[in-house]
């Protein structure tokens, strides 16, 4: 079964990092592409970066708020991808989702979404 | 960055509707648009991507359609498990950007 379980949300002060971890099982995560996407509390969703897969170099993308602050990762020993965040903002509160591309000749699309895991950005 | 206005914001609707929601991209996007529903608490779910192309699993009375500029998320015999969130997204250029949502309600 495939299942993607994130993980690492917590409570961080202004300023601070905090490291979420994408954990996969049921199949290799190192041959797929994917994607963080957020969603703070009471709004919409918001796509944060993309991880392309080891065949494509690992090369990421991110959205346009990031600014530098975030970077995705893998360990591919573990199956997981890991997205660390850094000089967190209160704008960063949200829950935040990993999922798994699958590719078709039309592009890159997700059919797999872990649970989520919360971030609050708090003093 | 590829603007993406929803529209309405909110939609009431009956079981058995026919209901359209609107997607309009500030500039052409081709047919790289996808559209998702979500539920409260939950991930959201792929139905359509590539504008028109159903995800497997997902049922018939969802299609979509449109190209460019405008794009159409429309469900006959709205269902009571329809009743949820809908976003789109576009797929068209770094960074990728989501509409702002169409909640459907009773």
């Known amino acids: 079964e495939v299942q993607l379980v994130e993980s690492g949300g917590d409570l961080v002060q202004p300023g601070g990092s905090l490291r979420l971890s994408c954990a996969a099982s049921g199949f290799t995560l190192s041959d797929y592409y994917v994607d963080w996407v957020r969603q703070a509390p009471g709004k919409g969703l918001e796509w944060v970066g993309r991880s392309r897969n080891k065949a494509h170099g690992y090369t990421t993308e991110y959205g346009a708020f990031v600014k530098g602050r975030f970077t995705i990762s893998r360990d591919d020993s573990k199956n997981s991808l890991y997205l660390q965040m850094n000089s967190l903002k209160g704008e960063d509160t949200a829950v935040y989702y990993c999922?798994?591309?699958?590719?078709?000749?039309?592009?890159?699309?997700?059919?797999?979404w872990g649970q989520g895991t919360l971030v609050t950005v708090s003093s | 960055d590829v603007q993406l206005t929803q529209s309405p914001p909110f939609l009431s609707a009956s079981v058995g509707d026919r209901v359209t929601i609107t997607c309009r991209a500030a500039?052409?996007?081709?047919?790289?648009l996808a559209w998702y529903q979500q539920k409260p608490g939950k991930a959201p779910n792929l139905l359509i991507y590539v504008a028109s192309t159903l995800q497997s699993g997902v049922p018939s009375r969802f299609s979509g359609s449109g190209s460019g500029t405008e794009f159409t998320l429309t469900i006959t015999n709205l269902q009571p498990e329809d009743f949820a969130t809908y976003y789109c997204q576009e797929f068209y250029d770094y960074p990728l950007t989501f509409g702002g949502g169409t909640k459907v309600e009773i």
């Open positions: 500039r052409g996007i081709g047919n790289n």
């Open positions: 999922g798994r591309l699958v590719h078709t000749n039309s592009g890159d699309f997700p059919d797999s």
